[in-house]
């Protein structure tokens, strides 16, 4: 009965692919977002959706778009996939208020 | 440019005394302020947050100060429990701006018997 749910939880890939992580939340909240924890475990907000509505787009290259098919899902694709694209990527939500509920997180291993 | 600064990464506390762990700021825009708490392989998961327009909140054995003035925060826990041990984040953002957080870079806490 997860709230928030993100697959894969691992993903090991070589360079140059092209890869998709999914999220999905049960909570009913409005409002989704894509943060990135580094290799120096900054976690910092990619990108946000309102009721599928995109109002944050934080300095993200192209090669990354995320797409919110309903408010309860928010999927982000990567093209073209680099070394330094290796990360923890953590899908979270919200309602209203400033208190976000994550995700287990997906490491991504780029090679 | 790091508007939110945990400077310890980490912290040993033995069981049963007071775990302080800090929180400095730069963006004196913040008006909100949240803990997270992190375990291995997990999602950070909320803890307790306090807005600017007080000093202090408390909930249960954890509390959180706030110092506009300082612009320092700081997570109390009394008393620290072996299962308090996790990485802890500190995170601020503006009212009205969709809950865009800025988080620190966490605390490693361990509590030891």
């Known amino acids: 009965d997860t709230a928030v749910s993100q697959t894969p939880k691992y993903l090991v890939t070589q360079m140059g692919n092209d890869k998709s992580i999914k999220c999905e939340q049960n909570l009913g909240h409005d409002t989704m977002y894509w943060y990135k924890q580094d290799s120096k475990k900054f976690l910092k907000i990619m990108f946000s959706y309102n009721n599928k509505e995109l109002i944050i787009n934080e300095t993200v290259p192209n090669r990354f778009s995320p797409k919110s098919p309903d408010k309860a899902h928010l999927n982000l694709h990567i093209n073209s996939l680099e070394l330094g694209d290796s990360a923890v990527y953590f899908c979270?939500?919200?309602?209203?208020?400033?208190?976000?509920?994550f995700g287990e997180g997906s490491r991504l291993t780029v090679l | 440019d790091q508007q939110v600064k945990q400077n310890s990464p980490s912290l040993s506390v033995q069981e049963g005394r007071i775990s302080i762990l800090n929180c400095d700021y730069t963006?004196?825009?913040?008006?909100?302020f949240l803990w997270y708490k992190k375990y291995p392989a997990e999602g950070p998961t909320f803890l307790i947050s306090?807005?600017?327009?007080?000093d202090k909140n408390e909930d249960g054995r954890f509390t959180v100060f706030l110092n506009k003035s300082a612009k320092h925060l700081s997570l109390h826990i009394v008393p620290s429990q072996p299962g308090d041990s996790a990485v802890y984040f500190c995170?601020?953002?503006?009212?009205?701006?969709?809950?865009?957080?800025?988080f620190g870079t966490g605390t490693r806490l361990q509590v030891t018997l």
């Open positions: 963006n004196s825009m913040f008006d909100y």
């Open positions: 995170a601020a953002g503006r009212t009205g701006t969709a809950s865009k957080l800025t």
């Open positions: 306090i807005s600017s327009i007080k």
């Open positions: 979270a939500s919200s309602h209203g208020a400033p208190m976000l509920f």
